[in-house]
């Protein structure tokens, strides 16, 4: 499990720019939140060090180090993607997670682009799809399913290598996912299984 950070390092964080994330510190404390996935290097001169959305969900929730389901490797919050069982006392603060990791995703999409843009899913995204798409979804207000139930979405692998499926069974709730997916960045395509009849969304990000 993946140590909290110092006390010296929240101050850093927590003194971060609350609109854009960036960070102030020394050469070896800006290097060390690097390490751990709570921060990333820009690739641009002058090279400023900026907030992950790991980073930003720190920041955001307090000290609440146990809900690591992120791999330890990216350290990037983990979005519902339907089918999970329900999680006792979420609410409020599980939405202000959503919205924390949502806003740092955008940051992340901003500053590794080099035209700035937010418009786009950014590399982690296409490497990253079902949690791509679970996060847009989630962050909107789209509801998972819960275990076996049948309301919800469900996202989930194809065999496409860029694309994702998404799973829910009401029209108006399959629709309005379509529609939040389209705002994100992601082309979006309704289709039918030839042998279920089940309709489903196929998603992919968009690259222009």
């Known amino acids: 499990m993946t140590r909290p950070p110092t006390a010296a390092q929240r101050r850093l964080i927590e003194a971060a720019d609350p609109v854009t994330g960036r960070l102030k510190g020394t050469d070896a404390q800006l290097a060390a939140l690097v390490r751990r996935g709570l921060a990333f290097r820009h690739p641009r001169p002058p090279h400023d060090h900026f907030l992950t959305p790991a980073g930003h969900r720190i920041r955001e929730a307090e000290p609440e180090p146990v809900e690591a389901k992120a791999p330890a490797a990216t350290g990037v919050f983990a979005a519902r993607v339907g089918g999970e069982e329900a999680v006792p006392g979420a609410g409020t603060a599980r939405l202000r997670e959503v919205r924390s990791a949502w806003q740092g995703m955008l940051e992340l999409r901003r500053m590794t682009r080099p035209d700035g843009a937010t418009d786009r899913p950014c590399a982690w995204e296409r490497t990253h799809l079902v949690q791509a798409a679970a996060l847009a979804l989630e962050a909107a207000g789209h509801a998972p399913a819960v275990g076996d139930a049948e309301g919800g979405y469900r996202v989930r692998e194809t065999p496409q290598p860029d694309a994702v499926?998404?799973?829910?069974?009401?029209?108006?709730?399959?629709?309005?996912?379509?529609?939040?997916?389209?705002?994100?960045?992601?082309?979006?395509?309704?289709?039918?299984?030839?042998?279920?009849?089940?309709?489903?969304l196929l998603a992919s990000p968009r690259r222009a």
């Open 165 to 200: 499926a998404v799973y829910e069974p009401d029209d108006a709730a399959r629709h309005a996912c379509a529609a939040t997916l389209e705002r994100a960045g992601w082309q979006v395509g309704e289709y039918t299984e030839p042998r279920t009849r089940v309709r489903y």
